[in-house]
């Protein structure tokens, strides 16, 4: 299960990741730069995810969208983008052949962005669009409630989106004043996985593709604050045929101790369609088509939770048989042959997961920019299989507890009072 990867860090700090695949005829360039809403200000709020779509809009080489998009889309290549509240991520995937397009590209946009003014205010109109299209669709908008939820009026609880407002005023200096503060070489890592050929070339063609950035030390973020000492709900009024609803517990951030029982946890009570919470909800129940459990471990605040759609006159059935499955893992210790079950759904299913150069590149760079340094699956299986049902129990006393629970969802409802009733664990 040991990919072949190496690590390499340039005196600038950049790091460089290769993984090194042979039963692949494919290759990802993946730069992943440690910023994301989490580092914003309550007056920009939402840069980082519009300088994101900004680093698609033309460089110098290459001035309109369409002539720089042409090279890999010549080839057959992917693209894509992302921002996060921890992170943001520009990353290409090639025939291994044309690694080096895919490597002249990822540079290109992300050394010599334009900026251009005029595609700035053509931009606001697109992310605009962006929200309205995340707002009007319940399933997606939850989540961004859970935040908020959780963590109220900072950084983790806002949109990652931004508010509309902050995205009509936001001007060419915003985005360079945030690339300086953010975007560079000792808050980047570069990872390039496949069937790529030998690391010492790549470290070469990276060291020279990259010597113009960034190397001003970057701006830190404040830490996530937050204290709670009973069930909390956050209603979202909307006329919906479906109440969609996210509801579980602050849990343990990245490095806590526990994080890996945490996950087995979290594969016992919602790993597959023969898991706990659907087996309940969907298949006994017929409360929901969907219904999903995970777990979030961010840098320094975490949780569980699961979410579901369901029938807005089942809503208390749903909400009651929820908080039931926490209470019975909680309450009563799983079985060996259970906590077998999870641990190998865990294993198999991450391993089919990883199979891409796509997914091998982000396991390795989000490890080596969050924790600097990079588990092998080897040894992940490995803290996952000294997991106990005694751990189990353990960790389920002490995350499903009242002042841990909460509430987010929306629906044809306004009275919360309704809901603090059910919210008894």
Known sequence: MNKSYQKFTFKNGLRLVTVSMKNTQAATVLVLVGTGSKYEIKKNNGISHFLEHMFFKGTKKRPSTAELIEPLDKIGGEYNAFTGQESTGFEAKVDSKHLDVALNWVSDIFLNSKLDSAEIEREKGVIIEEINMYLDDPKRYVPDLWDKLLYGDQPAGWLISGEKENVKKFQRNDFNDYLKNHYS??????????????????????????????????????????????????????????????????????????????????SVIGGGMSSRMWISIRERKGLAYYVWVYNSTDLDAGFLLTQAGVNNDKVDEAISEILNQFKLIRDRRISAKELRKAKDFMRGNTILSMESSGAQASFCASQELYENRILTLDKIFAKIEVVTVEDIQRVAKDIFRPEKLNLALIGPFKDKSRFEKLLKI
């Open 185 to 266: 070489a000792s808050n980047t890592v570069i990872c390039i996985a496949g069937n790529i050929g030998r690391a010492e070339i790549l470290k070469k063609e990276i060291e020279k593709k990259f010597k113009t950035i960034n190397i001003t030390e970057p701006e830190s973020r404040k830490s996530v604050i937050f204290s709670q000492k009973k069930p909390e709900i956050l209603i979202h009024h909307k006329a919906t045929d479906q109440t969609h609803l996210c509801l579980g517990v602050r849990a343990y951030n990245n490095f806590h101790k526990d994080k890996y029982i945490l996950k087995v946890l979290n």
